[in-house]
T-cell receptor
Framework: KNEVEQSPQNLTAQEGEFITINCSYS?????LHWLQQHPGGGIVSLFM???GKKKHGRLIATINIQEKHSSLHITASHPRDSAVYIC??????????????FGKGTHLIIQP | DTGVSQDPRHKITKRGQNVTFRCDPI?????LYWYRQTLGQGPEFLTY????????KSRLLSDRFSAERPKGSFSTLEIQRTEQGDSAMYLC?????????FGEGSRLTVL
């Protein structure tokens, strides 16, 4: 069983729609990352969260530590938002930064 | 360009050959990570350096894999006696205060 589960795996929506991508994890974490990966491989870090909520432009990320759940929201979606969105968690080890454990990603397509 | 750079971007090799990938992190970043990603999957952690010290290695990193970061700056990932199953994208990332910055990756194809 993957320790980081994302849903949905694939999402196709129309331009302008409000998008929600969910991430659940099963262990204690020190931080959760949302990443964006475009075709060709490049990965960009969108957010790093340990509690609460962060907003950057049309992107909002929330995390509920008690429920071990995070969501990534995109408002007023645009075709350029089409990408794979990956949730990754840093497991809490008490000994410094661990390597991240990644979800399989959500493949988002925004149609004009 | 002051981002994370990886070289080569694409390597095609025959089974049994050795390959080496290089990662140049952002200059003030003390942490450097290597990940592997296969098609349709999320990246998998391979190993992590803090400065020149290799602090953690995944069980995915078999004896054929070795990584170094000799002066705490650039890092190399070497794969010896490559196998077809090693075909993947090898990603490097660096960080200083937790936020990760990724390189474009080095894609390995083993024939």
């Amino acid at each position: 069983k993957n320790e980081v589960e994302q849903s949905p795996q694939n999402l196709t929506a129309q331009e302008g729609e409000f998008i929600t991508i969910n991430c659940s994890y099963s262990v204690g974490i020190s931080a959760l990352h949302w990443l964006q990966q475009h075709p060709g491989g490049g990965i960009v870090s969108l957010f790093m969260l340990s509690s609460g909520k962060k907003k950057h432009g049309r992107l909002i990320a929330t995390i509920n530590i008690q429920e071990k759940h995070s969501s990534l929201h995109i408002t007023a979606s645009h075709p350029r938002d089409s990408a794979v969105y990956i949730c990754a968690v840093a497991m809490y080890s008490g000994g410094g930064a661990d390597g991240l454990t990644f979800g399989k990603g959500t493949h988002l397509i925004i149609q004009p | 360009d002051t981002g994370v750079s990886q070289d080569p971007r694409h390597k095609i090799t025959k089974r049994g050959q050795n390959v080496t990938f290089r990662c140049d992190p952002i200059s003030e970043h003390n942490r450097l990570y290597w990940y592997r990603q296969t098609l349709g999957q999320g990246p998998e952690f391979l190993t992590y350096f803090q400065n020149e010290a290799q602090l953690e290695k995944s069980r995915l990193l078999s004896d054929r894999f070795s990584a170094e970061r000799p002066k705490g700056s650039f890092s190399t990932l070497e794969i010896q006696r490559t196998e077809q199953g090693d075909s993947a994208m090898y990603l490097c990332a660096s960080s200083r205060y937790g936020e990760l910055f990724f390189g474009e990756g080095s894609r390995l194809t083993v024939l």
